[in-house]
């Protein structure tokens, strides 16, 4: 085979898996591999033209926008062409991408002026207004021709069906991306796990889905949002010679435009840019991946003009993939505190959003059936911010002839006791309890936590040495440790000993709330805990507490009392307990205070945001409960009241979007100031 043939045959393989990749993408909104494959697929199909320009063809990927239709919806004819981004993954290459502007149109790169925006990971779309009024909405399709999703476009609240002004263009045409916001998005999945219904892999194909549906009640039902980004045609209006001035005029017609948007000047502009919105990344309550500069200047861009697929004055800026693919080498299991042994993927390393990768959960056994995952796959890795890398998915197309089921052990892989999973429970657990030196590591980090006994200087390193080494055996052991045995230990000393004895100390001295909390009973974390103090008080009448007592209390339900029972039940926690308590740890006993029931803050879902200038997050917190708020970190459509302190973010604007309501510091006061 001569080398025209070979080089042939790879653009033509090259050719064939992208547009494969676009169908599933595009049409079936079921992606078979994370963008950053598909994204270097692409780039070796443009390498290997540009070194072989003689032969592209006209039905080249390179060449043509998004994908071919494929649908039952009706096509739509756009009447200004809707075109896909070039991108760029490093500095370097942005500096490239700005230069080669400034050197087109004869100016000092510093003196451009971009507008900058977050690249929405969403569906575009095409809406046609005439005379003010929505005629049709459309997907971008091919470029040329989209699908006609204009009785699914009304349904999302936020695009107007009027122009909210009197004085309109003939003809319009307003480009957006309609998205799924995060919290929807993981809703909505959860509801489908719920039903046994199909999943969405991520927010785009959930979203584009969505819009794709026959039936527009189906898209009624989907948390759907917009927002615009640009003009197409335009007739019978005199438009502003400036992008972004055309992004807020759109503004004023009552279309919704991200509050990120801004303008700067040249390289050293969109740079700050990029790292400002990456830094903000996870916090934002949408999916980005990268950002997108537009040459402001209507009269520079149409000078710059475009390439076959995309304009040349703007391109994406691509982060660093969140989602890439790997190979699945082998599974171990970890135990954790509560007995729970939880499948850990053994990776071949992988960078990920800027991290090399070689672990990743597989949540539980439910989760490996239900994705199909066998050790040899090639599988689709995900990390986003500091959240534990996990196991996406199968690339199903790459599976080997030969693969290894994923099996849940009999016996746990630590201290050799039954592995025993409930019926109705996803997860399996240990029978070995605190003889299980796992369970055992992971009941003295919570004990010692901050939330918990707060003692100072206890290492998870630390901690294994001690289990380890058997010098504790269960919770109590650990106030008969002595000097000499702490700065024995490796990176210790006589300083850091005395500094965790004085702790341990310390520690012995705390409330009933948080000596409940600090046992690790499952389903009892700290809110539960004050709820168990308030009512109880001291600790005999709680182990005596039957379990339809316990569920007579708010935020105790049946998994809970009956987890407590079985957990004061058992002869060997009270023997440590009364260690405990013989070593020296006591609380004082509170007199027993009825929680008004006309106070407003009874049985109210509550969030904490912000700084308080006057109280701890933590006093506010034990504040809220002592007055029988339940306190809960994320908002949601069920929270009752955001109390807001100063630099709210993100869980400010999600109260604003559903409508909570938003108390200040001095409301707050108000109400946790005793009545008379």
Known sequence: MNDVAAVQNKLDALRQQIRNYDYHYYVQDAPLVPDAEYDRCFRALQALEAENPQLITAASPTQRVGAALDSALPPIVHRQRM??????????????????????????????VFTCEPKLDGLAVNMTYENGVLLHAATRGDGTTGEDITANIKTIASIPLRLMTKDV??????????????????????????????????????????????????????????????????????????????????????????????????????ALYYDAIGARRDALPFEIDGVVYKVDSIDLQQKLGFVSRAPRFATAHKFPAQEEITELLSVDFQVGRTGALTPVARLKPVQVAGVMVSNATLHNMDEVARKDIQVGDTVVIRRAGDVIPEVVSVVLEKRPEKTDAITLPSTCPVCGAEVVREEGEAVARCMGGLFCKAQLKRAVWHFASRKAMNIDGLGNSIIDLLVDQDIIKDLADLYS??????????????????????????????????????????????????ILALHYLDLPALKQASEGELMVLSDIGPVAASNLTHFFAQAHNIEVIDKLLASGVHWQVEQAVAIPTDNPLNGK??????????????????????LGAKVVGSVSKKTDFLIAGADAGSKYTKALNLGVTILDEDKLKEMLAPAG
């Open 169 to 270: 263009p003939h003809i319009i045409e307003v480009r957006g991306e309609v998205f799924m916001p995060k919290q929807g998005f993981v809703e909505m999945n959860d509801e489908a796990r719920r039903r046994g219904e199909k999943v969405f892999a991520n927010p785009r194909n959930a979203a584009a889905g969505s819009l794709r549906q026959l039936d527009p009640a189906i898209t009624a039902k989907r948390p759907l949002a917009i927002y615009c980004y640009g003009i197409g045609a335009c007739e019978g209006y005199s438009l502003p010679e400036s992008h972004y001035q055309q992004l807020m005029l759109l503004k004023t017609f009552g279309f919704p435009i991200a509050e990120e948007v801004v303008t700067a000047e040249g390289l050293s502009g969109c």
């Open 481 to 530: 440790i002595t000097e000499d045995t702490f700065a024995c230990l490796p990176r210790m000393g006589i300083k850091s000993a005395k500094n965790v004895l004085k702790s341990l100390e310390k520690s012995k001295k705390t409330t009933f709330s948080r000596f409940i909390y600090s046992l690790g009973i499952r389903e009892i974390g700290e809110a539960s805990a004050r």
């Open 83 to 112: 075109l896909s981004l070039n991108n760029v993954f490093t500095a370097d290459a942005l500096q490239g991408f700005t230069k080669r502007i400034a050197d087109e149109v004869g100016c000092n790169e510093s003196s451009l």
């Open 605 to 626: 879902t509550v969030v904490l945001t912000g700084t308080l200038s006057n109280m701890s997050r933590d006093d506010a917190k034990s504040s809220l409960l002592a």
